[in-house]
């Protein structure tokens, strides 16, 4: 099996688009904290208080423990922003893609689209098990299996870069 995956070759084309997917949710990511960061009003106790499905008592305790959503709260946007960083800048990539993954894991659960679930935030669309959490999940989980920060990246520089 080992010999096959060393004879495949990408071309500077599909390596330039998973590059391109990593930089564009990195900015999701770096964005969606910075907007966070700016507004003095931001918590994430409505979402938590929202949440439903099997794991919904977890979230709704998370918001009604001051102590908690403060830690909730602080991760959240820094979690954002350091995870959006890594991607776009392509340095420690592959534990801003695990980070990435945890969080989006997080949001999916809290807010899982199921029948018959629905939630007081307008969603942007009508979701049956798939949202849109976690389809940028599984393009982390792509990004993952392929060093992109050692093509192009910061990671490059630290630890070297990998054969094509």
């Known amino acids: 099996m080992s010999s096959i995956s060393k004879s495949i070759s990408y071309s500077k084309g599909q390596l330039s688009m998973l590059v391109t997917l990593r930089v564009l949710i990195g900015w999701h990511f770096l964005y969606e904290g910075f907007t966070k960061l700016a507004n003095p009003d931001w918590s994430s106790i409505g979402f938590l208080l929202d949440s439903k499905g099997p794991f919904a008592g977890l979230f709704q305790g998370l918001a009604n423990s001051p102590g908690m959503l403060n830690t909730v709260d602080f991760l959240n946007v820094y979690g954002l922003i350091a995870i959006g960083l890594g991607l776009i800048l392509g340095a420690l990539t592959r534990p801003a893609i695990i980070a990435g993954i945890v969080l989006l894991v997080f949001y999916y659960l809290s807010h899982p689209p199921f029948v018959g679930i629905t939630y007081a935030a307008p969603t942007e669309g009508k979701y049956l098990w798939v949202n849109k959490n976690l389809i940028e999940m599984i393009a982390l ?24």
Not at 141 to 164: C, H, W
């Open 141 to 164: 989980a792509v990004l993952y299996v392929f060093p992109t920060g050692r093509i192009i990246g910061l990671d490059r520089l630290f630890f070297g870069s990998t054969e094509n």
